[in-house]
């Protein structure tokens, strides 16, 4: 065991010095390969894992967690070679968990690996002054409405189709204040348009051919048996 003290610190080390511990005003440094500073705890409080190289694909260094026999339990850190991902690992069959405030509020369950809440219907994605971008769906994946799932809505690839599905006693409505347009993807023609005093116009390759009013309808063309 080397010591070694002065007025600025203290440094404790093997016989040859290559493998240290230095203390000093503000820091706590650890080297080892020859003076090669690994970890550095600053003045304040901050945990540094040093790199020799200090960029690129070089950094390996991570936090790790171990059980009684060595087997890495949690990791913590840039663990490839390969790339500069930083990755957070739970080897086992558990729960990593997000907390604020001393709570839960999400966690990625162990297998499959589900993004949940630990309480539902408690915490959003987003708000309404800090809106998320897009969403992207899978085929044959649904989006879920309701504590029943009442509601679906998916698009099947094996039937080339997109649904809206109503399941249970429940009514569907759609409420709205303006007009109610269903549209051909283009949105060059219109199938039906419900206008905010209930008129209902019916058309026909573009054309009105149908139209309710307060007394009755209006037929745009001739009446065929």
């Known amino acids: 065991l080397y010591v070694r003290g002065g007025t600025s610190g203290l440094i404790l080390g093997n016989q ?7 203390i000093f005003n503000g820091y706590i440094k650890f080297e080892t390969n020859d003076g090669t500073e690994k970890l550095r705890i600053d003045s304040d409080g901050n945990l540094l894992l040093k790199d020799a190289a200090g960029q690129g694909n070089s950094l390996v260094h991570y ?16 663990i490839s070679s390969g790339n500069q991902d ?55 994946k649904k989006i879920f409405l309701g504590n029943d799932q009442d509601v679906e809505i998916y698009h099947t690839n094996h039937l080339n189709g997109s649904f809206i599905k109503k ?22 023609e219109r199938l039906k348009c419900v206008g905010p005093r209930a008129e209902v116009e019916l058309k026909h390759t573009g054309t009105t051919r149908l139209t309710t009013t307060t007394t009755g309808i209006t037929v745009g063309g001739e009446v065929a048996a």
């Open 167 to 188: 399941s249970g006693t429940g009514i569907f409505y759609f409420d709205f204040d303006g007009d109610f347009i269903i549209r051909n993807a283009a949105g060059s």
């Open 16 to 22: 040859d010095n290559t493998t240290t511990v230095q």
């Open 63 to 78: 936090i790790r967690a171990t059980d009684s026999s060595g087997n890495t339990q949690y990791q913590l850190g840039m």
């Open 86 to 140: 930083l990755y957070l690992q739970q080897n086992k069959n558990a729960a990593i968990r997000f907390q604020t405030n001393g709570n839960t509020r999400w966690k990625i369950d162990g297998d499959p690996g589900h993004l949940i809440p630990e309480v539902a219907g408690v915490v959003d994605i987003g708000s309404t002054s800090a809106e998320i971008g897009n969403v992207y769906i899978a085929d044959d």
